[in-house]
């Protein structure tokens, strides 16, 4: 949940399929992604509680068990020298790369940016502009993940007539 579903709003019940989790507080927590009984992921993150979380959330993310072969972080805030949007959760780069996560998701900008390769630290923007400023393409990335390398495709979403 972000600043903009945050859990003590006004939100609408959604059933959500078995397969998507919410996280369930403003502490960052892990879960894993298992496939045929095997984890093959740790997921990193946190929800908004309330609409502001105005400090740095960075220092919360920590790698457990370093026998699981990705670690992935979700991260809804900002770079603090970010001057453009409403500064949630900053954070300064550095501390996002020094970590040793294998991948950054981030969300909170709606505009698409790449801010850092080897680990992609990604925000995808959002999928639909929200007023006539968010114009431009908008989609989501498909992030495919080897031993060797990671890989990212944008796929753009189309709007029907």
């Not at 390398?149 to 796929?155: G, Q, R």
């Amino acid at each position: 949940r972000s600043n903009h579903d945050f859990m003590n709003g006004h939100a609408y019940k959604v059933d959500y399929p078995d397969n998507v989790h919410i996280f369930a507080s403003e502490s960052v927590e892990t879960i894993s992604y298992k496939k045929d009984g095997e984890v093959l992921a740790s997921i990193h993150g946190f929800s908004y509680v309330q609409r502001d979380i105005t400090e740095n959330k960075v220092p919360e993310y920590q790698i457990k068990d370093h026998h699981i072969p990705w670690h992935i972080a979700m991260l809804h805030g900002s770079l603090a020298t970010n001057t453009v949007h409403d500064t949630y959760a900053p954070f300064r780069l550095h501390e996002l790369i020094d970590k040793g996560f294998d991948y950054w998701a981030l969300g909170h900008i709606h505009q698409r940016a790449i801010l850092h390769q080897e680990p992609y630290i990604v925000y995808p923007g959002n999928i639909q502009g929200r007023h006539r400023k968010e114009m431009g393409e908008k989609g989501c990335y498909h992030v495919v993940m080897s031993p060797m390398k990671t890989e990212l495709t944008f796929i753009p979403f189309r709007c029907l007539p």
